[in-house]
Every structure is written in structure tokens, then in C-alpha cells.
């Protein structure tokens, strides 16, 4: 069983910045993708940054710049540091693992994210 807790959300003002960070527990395999996916009201799920245990990063275009992820060397812990935070960024984020063994996915429970005007 893996379980994702997820932490570091909450209230920010535009141009703020903010760091979630999202522990996993359980069979994650050592090679897996982690990462950061986020939904604000009435939108579809969407990427945010990913990052694969070799280190390899994908960001949204429209994060560039101002998002950065990274993972610990446990490969256990991934990060999002967001900066110049507009609120447009609102929505709930949710960490995600992706285990390549198995092809199977984990979602975190989400945390809510807010950048107000």
C-alpha cells in the first residue's frame, strides 16, 4: 500500500511564494516519477512538474520560471517551490507517483492552494 501526505499549502498573496511538499510511504520502487498535478473549480485536472528518479524534469509552460520541483535522495520526499505566485495558480495540487515497474499510479489527497489579488 502507498500512502502520499502532502503538506505546505494554503493563503498567499499574487507575487508570493509558497513550498509543498509531498512524503510517500510504502512500495514505490526505486524507479518512479513524481510529481505535481493541480484542478481549480470547474477545470480539468492538470500538470504541473514532474521529476523521475534519474532527475529528469518536465514543467507546464505556464509554470516556467516560476515553479521548480526537485525530490530528496531518499527518493522518497518531492518538492514545489512556487514563486511569483499569481492567482490564476489557484486550485487544489495533488502529488502523484508513478511507478514504472508496475505501471501503477498513487494520488495524494490534495491540498488547496490560494493566491489572492
Known amino acids: 500500500q502507498v500512502q502520499l501526505v502532502e503538506s505546505g499549502g494554503g493563503l498567499v498573496q499574487a507575487g508570493g511564494s509558497l513550498r509543498l511538499s509531498c512524503t510517500a510511504s510504502?512500495?514505490?520502487?526505486?524507479?518512479?516519477?513524481m510529481g505535481w498535478y493541480r484542478q481549480a473549480p470547474g477545470r480539468q485536472r492538470e500538470l504541473v512538474a514532474t521529476?523521475?528518479?534519474?532527475?529528469?524534469?518536465n514543467y507546464a509552460d505556464s509554470v516556467k520560471g516560476r515553479f521548480t520541483i526537485s525530490r530528496d535522495n531518499a527518493n522518497t520526499t518531492v518538492y514545489l517551490q512556487m514563486n511569483t505566485l499569481k492567482p490564476e495558480d489557484t486550485a487544489v495540487y495533488y502529488c502523484?507517483?508513478?511507478?514504472?515497474?508496475?505501471?501503477?499510479?498513487?494520488w495524494g489527497q490534495g491540498t488547496q492552494v490560494t493566491v489572492s489579488s
Open positions: 502523484n507517483v508513478f511507478v514504472f515497474f508496475s505501471a501503477n499510479d498513487y
Open positions: 521529476i523521475t528518479s534519474g532527475g529528469t524534469t
Open positions: 510504502g512500495r514505490i520502487f526505486s524507479r518512479n516519477r
